[in-house]
């Protein structure tokens, strides 16, 4: 199988967490950069990284790059490019992007152009004057920035956040791929205690014993590519059968979720259950104040309510005060990994963080407070 060039995109601030999951899946060629890892790849790759992929947002293949400073440039770049190597004579390919900095910055008229640079492209292949575009789809995405054009196809479909356990939610959910990176940053591990005692729709413990369990998270959903001529059957059931074979099943987990919203607790328990996960979480409707943790140490990994989901600042403040005073009573010598967006947090918690890590959470800049277990 030819080695292909493959973009993992991501949120800002996780690009290291999918380079780490990308080298434990065996890809080593890596190249880190805002918002993607591009890496080399077979066919078969395409399959395994949308599967297994906890943190990223999209698996792209990179058709090419150049540089076009007018709409020619971009005409002939992208015509140049072997469009029918994956785009079938009857593939759907609506275009999307963006143009940053660049002489190039109106988007429709990009769109237009790349499109119809990809037509022409599929002319001189295929030998036709009009493609019907009634088969499988194949996204095109472009990105311009400095002048600089890449071209991709999205291979993925739905972002990869959307695993298919969570149909229902919370105001201002968690994105499932920020979760699951919160953790990695974590460096939990599943012979250690985890507690997010602000547990919304669950999706911290539910992405937590995924990972306790080695359960892909895609396993549940199905992939844009899985549709394409390019990409056998046979390499997609495969890489399957693989992510079957490695979950554990038997995990021994102490995963809780607690909230004092009943409605979220229903939510969460739903959820996990839809993600063959709720036997090894427990949900209990508790006030953040009276949690009670057997275990002398563990992990507290939280996104504590803030902005649509509490209301407005001066609650916000309030609980993060309550935060610190509680977690200093009921969990000692946990560590706490806290997202927030407000930048008075340590002052408010009543500590200093060991460490801060800027992440996104959607449009939302926050900051991953780390507390360090206390030895």
């Known amino acids: 199988m030819a080695k292909i060039d493959i973009i993992a995109t991501t949120l800002f601030g996780v690009e290291s967490m999918v380079a780490k999951e990308l080298r434990q899946l065996g890809y080593k060629d890596l190249s880190i950069q805002d918002g993607k890892v591009t890496f080399k790849g077979d066919e078969l790759a395409?399959?395994?990284?949308?599967?297994?992929?906890?943190?990223?947002?999209?698996?792209?293949?990179?058709?090419?790059?150049?540089?076009?400073?007018?709409?020619?440039?971009?005409?002939?770049?992208?015509?140049?490019?072997?469009?029918?190597d994956w785009l079938p004579v009857d593939a759907n390919f609506p275009v999307n992007g963006y143009s940053l900095r660049s002489t190039l910055f109106s988007i429709p008229d990009c769109q237009a152009i790349i499109k119809k640079a990809i037509v022409e492209s599929m002319k001189d292949r295929y030998k036709k004057s009009w493609f019907d575009e009634d088969g499988s789809q194949y996204k095109?995405?472009?990105?311009?920035?400095?002048?600089?054009?890449?071209?991709?196809?999205?291979?993925?479909?739905?972002?990869?956040?959307?695993?298919?356990?969570?149909?229902?939610?919370?105001?201002?959910?968690?994105?499932?791929?920020?979760?699951?990176?919160m953790i990695e940053l974590s460096r939990w591990k599943s012979s250690q205690s985890l507690c997010d005692p602000f547990c919304g729709s669950?999706?911290?413990?539910?992405?937590?014993?995924?990972?306790?369990?080695?359960?892909?998270?895609?396993?549940?959903?199905?992939?844009?590519?899985?549709?394409?001529n390019r990409i056998p059957a046979k390499l997609w059931k495969s890489a399957r059968e693989e992510a079957h074979s490695l979950?554990?099943?038997?995990?021994d987990l102490n995963i809780m979720g607690s909230d004092i919203d009943g409605q979220a607790i229903k939510l969460s328990r739903s959820n996990a259950k839809k993600a063959g996960m709720d036997k090894f979480i427990s949900f209990k409707r508790t006030d953040m104040r009276d949690i009670y943790l057997r275990d002398k140490t563990g992990y507290i990994i939280?996104?504590?309510?803030?902005?649509?989901?509490?209301?407005?600042?001066?609650?916000?403040?309030?609980?993060?005060?309550?935060?610190?005073?509680?977690?200093?009573?009921?969990?000692?010598?946990?560590?706490?990994?806290?997202?927030?967006d407000n930048e008075n947090f340590e002052k408010l918690f009543g500590r200093p963080a060991s460490k801060r890590r800027k992440l996104y959470n959607g449009m939302i800049k926050c900051t991953l407070y780390q507390y360090y277990k206390k030895n």
């Open 302 to 340: 939280c996104n504590p309510p803030y902005g649509e989901r509490i209301g407005n600042q001066s609650e916000s403040e309030k609980l993060y005060r309550d935060m610190g005073l509680a977690f200093k009573e009921i969990a000692p010598e946990w560590s706490y990994y806290i997202l927030s």
């Open 247 to 251: 979950q554990d099943t038997n995990a």
């Open 46 to 84: 395409i399959c395994r990284t949308n599967l297994w992929l906890r943190c990223a947002e999209r698996v792209l293949i990179k058709l090419g790059d150049f540089k076009a400073e007018t709409f020619d440039e971009l005409f002939e770049g992208t015509k140049a490019l072997p469009w029918a």
């Open 140 to 181: 095109i995405h472009f990105g311009i920035i400095k002048n600089e054009v890449t071209l991709m196809i999205d291979t993925s479909g739905p972002s990869l956040h959307k695993r298919g356990y969570r149909e229902l939610s919370v105001k201002a959910p968690l994105r499932e791929t920020l979760a699951a990176s």
């Open 202 to 228: 669950g999706t911290i413990p539910i992405e937590a014993a995924l990972m306790g369990t080695n359960t892909a998270p895609g396993i549940m959903r199905e992939f844009a590519a899985e549709s394409w």
